[in-house]
């Protein structure tokens, strides 16, 4: 009976696959050491991207307190609870006011993601700086920023962006930094202080890999998922203000 249950479920498995082989290590010195050098060249291609990033950025990010000033600051989207600003985005959007409020900036150009009709980044972001004191003439909105390589390009090509302060939290900032220097905006980042929870946490090892596509983003240069005429909505926001 038990050699008929064991040819009816074989070892480990039960759905009638056969177990895997066990993992072989090179035998000699020299296949040893191959195998080490194949790991670590892995690792160094893997790092590549994120050092990149940080070579670029490290020197361009700032507190409010000491931002270059610029005419323009962006805004990225960072999710809506309830039709509101999540946690994030509303730290994001605290340091906009912060910095119009002592002058740094004159015009806040909100970029995040409207693909549907219930879901209304800019919109829910315009709304939140208004109440805190930002005029709304002073207020564009990006309803095509569905990444941050997205958001760098149009603000470049669609509204005319050439120089901005860039507004995130901290695990994010050097990457929107490296990308919108690298769609043509002189870029300064300003990385908001947020609670060190699991989403920040998260935000941290998603980088890692978002790097990656960051680095491709800047090499190959590829046009966003929309793009669309050119807007004045920047210009004329930025005339407004004078």
Same mark, same amino acid.
């Given at each position: 009976?038990?050699?008929?249950?064991?040819?009816?479920?074989?070892?480990?498995?039960?759905?009638?696959?056969?177990?895997?082989?066990?993992?072989?290590?090179?035998?000699?010195?020299?296949?040893?050491?191959?195998?080490?050098?194949?790991?670590?060249?892995?690792?160094?291609?893997?790092?590549?991207?994120?050092?990149?990033?940080?070579?670029?950025?490290?020197?361009?990010?700032?507190?409010?307190?000491?931002?270059?000033?610029?005419?323009?600051?962006?805004?990225?989207?960072?999710?809506?609870?309830?039709?509101?600003?999540?946690?994030?985005?509303?730290?994001?959007? #605290?340091?906009?006011?912060?910095?119009? @409020? /002592?002058? *740094? &900036?004159?015009? =806040?150009?909100?970029?995040?993601?409207? +693909?549907?009709?219930?879901?209304?980044?800019?919109?829910?972001?315009?709304?939140?700086?208004?109440?805190?004191?930002?005029?709304?003439?002073?207020?564009?909105?990006?309803?095509?920023?569905? #990444?941050?390589?997205?958001?760098?390009? @149009? /603000?470049? *090509? &669609?509204?005319? =962006?050439?120089?901005?302060?860039?507004? +995130?939290?901290?695990?994010?900032?050097?990457?929107?930094?490296?990308?919108?220097?690298?769609?043509?905006?002189?870029?300064?980042?300003?990385?908001?202080?947020?609670?060190?929870?699991?989403?920040?946490?998260?935000?941290?090892?998603?980088?890692?890999?978002?790097?990656?596509?960051?680095?491709?983003?800047?090499?190959?240069?590829?046009?966003?998922?929309?793009?669309?005429?050119?807007?004045?909505?920047?210009?004329?926001?930025?005339?407004?203000?004078?």
């Amino acid at each position: 009976m038990n050699q008929q249950k064991a040819a009816r479920w074989p070892w480990p498995w039960r759905d009638g696959r056969q177990p895997l082989r066990r993992l072989r290590l090179p035998r000699t010195r020299r296949g040893r050491r191959r195998a080490v050098q194949t790991v670590m060249l892995g690792c160094v291609l893997a790092l590549l991207p994120s050092t990149w990033m940080h070579a670029v950025a490290d020197s361009r990010v700032h507190g409010t307190a000491d931002v270059p000033r610029a005419e323009v600051a962006v805004v990225f989207g960072a999710g809506l609870w309830g039709g509101e600003p999540s946690p994030y985005l509303a730290h994001r959007l #605290d340091a906009a006011a912060e910095l119009y @409020r /002592a002058g *740094r &900036i004159e015009v =806040v150009l909100v970029t995040g993601d409207n +693909s549907r009709k219930e879901y209304d980044e800019p919109d829910a972001m315009r709304a939140y700086l208004t109440k805190r004191g930002v005029p709304e003439r002073r207020i564009v909105s990006d309803y095509a920023g569905f #990444d941050t390589w997205d958001s760098c390009v @149009r /603000a470049k *090509r &669609i509204f005319g =962006v050439d120089r901005a302060v860039l507004i +995130s939290q901290g695990f994010h900032i050097r990457r929107a930094v490296a990308l919108c220097r690298s769609a043509g905006v002189e870029s300064y980042g300003v990385g908001v202080d947020a609670l060190h929870d699991a989403t920040w946490y998260y935000g941290g090892v998603r980088e890692l890999f978002a790097s990656g596509k960051a680095a491709a983003d800047a090499l190959f240069k590829p046009d966003p998922h929309f793009l669309g005429p050119r807007e004045k909505g920047v210009a004329q926001a930025l005339r407004a203000s004078r």
